[in-house]
């Protein structure tokens, strides 16, 4: 079984910053893909980062510029600096990643999500 464990979210200041953490633990043989999701409430859980094993990273439009995805892959740990916070940021942030079990078998697994909220 692998667990995720997000941590770093809370309550900031429209303009000010946050960094949250996940680490993964468990039973698997490496880690490909790790990214960042959030979902504001009445809204679909979409993608705000992902960075691959070699360091390539994609993001979402909306935090180009101001979101920052990093790993540290001897922690098995994904990290997401957000700076220039905006109260349009507020959602529950999960971290997933893409655990390889076997050369047949990869998994996605999800953090339980930390809140972020950003007030104005």
């Known amino acids: 079984q692998v667990q995720l464990v997000e941590s770093g979210g809370g309550l900031v200041q429209a303009g000010g910053s946050l960094r949250l953490s996940c680490a993964v633990s468990?039973?698997?043989?490496?880690?490909?893909?790790m990214g960042w999701y959030r979902q504001a409430p009445g809204k679909q859980r979409e993608l705000v980062a992902a960075?691959?094993?070699?360091?390539?990273?994609n993001y979402a439009d909306s935090v180009k510029g101001r979101f920052t995805i990093s790993r540290n892959n001897t922690k098995n740990t994904v990290y997401l600096q957000m700076n220039s916070l905006k109260p349009e940021d507020t959602a529950v942030y999960y971290c997933?990643?893409?655990?390889?079990?076997?050369?047949?078998?990869?998994?996605?697994?999800w953090g339980q999500g930390t809140q972020v909220t950003v007030t104005s």
């Open positions: 997933n990643a893409d655990a390889v079990h076997s050369a047949f078998r990869v998994s996605t697994y």
């Open positions: 468990g039973s698997m043989r490496s880690i490909n893909t």
């Open positions: 960075i691959t094993t070699g360091g390539s990273t």
